[in-house]
């Protein structure tokens, strides 16, 4: 009791915590939402590829500075990582459309070229003097973003779920029968570059939270857990929203009571935990269901 | 070669009208060549051949999805791309390349052949709704509709994708192995409903199989299949020599899938 007492009226406090709650909620819907298509689509690799075109960015923008002061700017910078993350997606896309390369092989390459890019320019930009670390895009800082990061949290967050909810039978059928979707009348490139947009988009801001390590797993988690409780596709969106939610406030909070544990890290182990815990149940209730239906005839 | 001459005589009403067709892949393979081919209204017409023969690479081109072809294709009077583009023309795939872990039920894989008829940003109008109503119920889907597809037979993921294939109203229905994910009790069934939907839509129906002995009983029009069409007529006119010929056809002399059907081959 004192212990909850503290948590929130440390969390009442301090409005880092309340900044870290609104867009980490913001992006977990974002995320969930484009979970499900992608767990189901089976490119679970795909924010792992994109976020990690990020040390790309990272690079050019450090170097940019260089020569052009301008990009100290935070927004400036962002808005090159933000240039590499979504060409890098659309790249992916191209490669393993024409269907010379899978897409799995087109994701591996893509990631290892962009963080050999994002090294070789950080070596340059060491040439010239201080270049500072990699850190931040690695972990995220979800207790250090300003008001106009929450906010560009929530815009997204709301863009990816009207353009989700506008194209949602298109998007269904494109994940569910791909070939089929064409013949019946769907622009299935459009559809699938456009996933791609909106997952290199999210991917873009959710870095900032969680960083490149860890923000794949908001892509992956939500979609999969819900897929262990539902065979109808609404429910499985509510549930993936809904985990996703739950875990970046438990794990937000956790981080408050424990004073010394990273958010980011607590975050992604809450919903490993939420997955772990849903395939058991699931496995234990077949495991039931078998035996009654033994037992039963 | 025995290859017979097909009469001309359906060419004005036909359904599929096929004249010269040839394929090449990229790589320069030859895949359909001089492939003639004249389907009537309303006719269930079956074409058989081994593995690699071509099946899938005509299918796709019926359907638009594949272009750079030489000669006539003609559905309806229309080009495959805009026969697919009005709906002229529908696929009932093989159900095993649906994604069957998708959590969707059979009513709304059923619906989402209205999708392309819909267009982007809108909604599926009530006629539509309801005519694919009738479809569920020719169907025998009615009751199970609120069912994930990942709790459906074989036979029943089958009637579905025909449902869906229906659902925009088209003239002809394309099938790949319409059997092959039916076990034997099912398939006298599945056969019935494809002929009352023929009855009831007026629809042709072009089935494609590698399984002679399963589609022969049921089509009305039997073309085999091998590169080149070796046969296209009644299934009673089917001779043995035309059947050994198509089925061991050998592509590049690579031999093929089926050494079963060798004669003087395999212990026998």
């Not at chain 1, 981080?255 to 975050?267: D, K, N, Q």
Request: aromatic share 8%.
């Amino acid at each position: 009791m004192m212990l909850g007492t503290s948590i929130w009226s440390r969390f009442i406090e301090f409005p880092f915590y309340q900044n870290a709650l609104i867009a980490g909620l913001a992006m977990a819907v974002a995320c969930a939402v484009l979970s499900v298509f992608v767990v189901y689509k089976r490119m679970a690799f795909i924010g792992q590829g994109i976020s990690h075109a990020a040390f790309g960015g990272v690079g050019a923008a450090l170097l940019l500075q260089v020569y052009l002061p301008a990009f100290e700017a935070p927004a400036l910078r962002d808005a090159v990582i933000g240039a590499f993350c979504i060409g890098t997606a659309l790249l992916i896309g191209r490669f393993s459309r024409g269907r010379r390369v899978t897409e799995d092989s087109a994701i591996g390459i893509c990631l290892v070229a962009a963080m050999a890019l994002g090294m070789l320019l950080l070596d340059l930009r060491k040439g010239m003097g201080y270049a500072p670390p990699f850190h931040g895009i690695l972990f995220g800082s979800i207790l250090h973003i300003a008001r106009g990061a929450v906010w560009a949290a929530c815009v997204e967050a709301a863009l990816v779920v009207v353009l989700v909810f506008a194209f949602f039978k298109e998007l269904v059928f494109f994940t569910c029968d791909e070939e089929a979707a064409e013949v019946f009348g769907v622009r299935t490139g459009l559809i699938y570059y456009g996933l791609l947009a909106c997952v290199a988009l999210t991917i873009v801001v959710a870095m900032r939270l969680l960083g490149v390590i860890l923000c794949s797993a908001l892509l992956i988690l939500p979609g999969a857990t819900a897929s262990l409780w539902s065979h109808h596709i609404r429910r499985v969106m509510v549930i993936a929203v809904a985990s996703a939610a739950a875990s970046v406030a438990a794990g937000l909070f956790l981080a408050i009571a424990t004073r010394t544990l990273s958010t980011g890290p607590l975050i992604v182990l809450v919903m490993a935990a939420l997955f772990a815990a849903s395939w058991a149940v699931n496995a234990l209730l077949d495991r039931i269901r078998t035996r009654a239906g033994e037992g039963g005839g | 070669m025995p290859h017979r001459k097909i009469s001309h005589d359906h060419v004005q009403e036909g359904a599929i009208c096929i004249n010269g067709l040839s394929f090449r892949y990229p790589d320069g393979t030859l895949a359909l060549e001089d492939i003639n081919l004249h389907v009537r209204r309303g006719v269930t017409l079956a074409i058989v051949g081994p593995n690699g023969a071509g099946k899938t690479t005509l299918l796709k081109i019926l359907l638009g999805l594949l272009g750079g072809y030489q000669g006539q294709v003609r559905i309806e009077g229309l080009s495959p791309e805009a026969a697919r583009h009005h709906g002229v023309a529908t696929w009932v795939p093989q159900s095993s390349q649906l994604n069957a872990s998708f959590p969707i039920t059979v009513g709304q894989l059923a619906r989402l052949g209205l999708v392309g008829k819909a267009g982007m940003l809108r909604g599926f109008t009530r006629a539509d709704l309801a005519y694919l109503d009738r479809v569920l119920e020719m169907m025998e889907l009615v009751g199970i509709v609120d069912r994930p597809i990942a709790h459906l037979s074989g036979g029943q993921l089958q009637r579905t994708l025909v449902a869906r294939a229906l659902a925009p109203r088209p003239k002809v229905l394309l099938l790949d192995e319409p059997f092959s994910a039916i076990d034997i009790a099912g398939q006298e069934r599945f056969h019935d409903l494809l002929e009352s939907v023929k009855a009831e839509f007026g629809v042709t129906l072009l089935m494609v199989s590698h399984d002679l002995r399963t589609i022969l009983d049921k089509s009305q029009r039997i073309a085999c299949l091998a590169r080149t069409l070796h046969f296209h007529d009644l299934p009673e006119q089917l001779t043995p020599e035309v059947l050994s010929h198509v089925f061991h056809y050998d592509l590049d002399g690579l031999p093929l899938a089926e050494h079963e059907h060798r004669p003087g081959e395999g212990g026998r």
